[in-house]
């Protein structure tokens, strides 16, 4: 081949050579400028990710904590609750001891139960409904209990023991007529009083 040729061949290859170089430079940066956006795309995944997963540890810890707290109030008030049952079965208790004796405590409270029934029956011709063991406890204070209640009411009163019952003690008042009645028994007084009573034992027990 001729200097002059070669010297073309020559003049070709190296333009080629430097449009080749210049061509995988140009590719190299496009992959590196293609691999940081990646990099950058990653991080912020990443971080996102990281976000993500925070924010949702956070609302489980939260909901964890929560229903712990809720779980931790419900044992105590249950253990409230029973606590309190047990002071009422004891006051129960002591209530039926009292009620089986003739003391001057318990005679006293029973004239008071029937006076504060026949009061809010209005008076007139009544029935007290006493357990067995009662009715030689407060039988004598009949007249006393009925001056007490006409002059509360207004209306003539009379007293007389009808049917007995099954009760700790107390007493049911009812009209001749058997329309009107007033359970004053130890039981129903416990029950209609317990929302207060209940108040009012937790305040001493827990207070």
Known sequence: MS?????????????????????????????????????????????????????????????????????????????????IEDAFKEAKEELKKIASTSSDEYVQALSEIIKEAAVEIGGGDLSVHLKSEDVAKIKDSFDKIQTDVEAVTGVKTTLEVGENIDTIGGAVIKTKSGQIEVNNTIEARMLRFKKNLRSEVAKVLFN
């Open 3 to 83: 200097s002059g040729a070669d010297k073309i061949v020559s003049s070709i290859l190296s333009d080629a050579q430097i449009e080749a170089d210049k061509f995988i430079q140009e590719a190299e940066n496009e992959v590196a400028s293609i691999l940081d956006e990646g990099h950058k795309k990653a991080d912020l995944e990443k971080e996102k990710i990281l976000e993500d997963a925070k924010k949702q540890s956070n609302m489980k810890y939260q909901q964890i904590l929560s229903e712990a707290k809720m779980n931790a109030r419900r044992a105590q008030l249950e253990a409230r609750e029973e606590v």
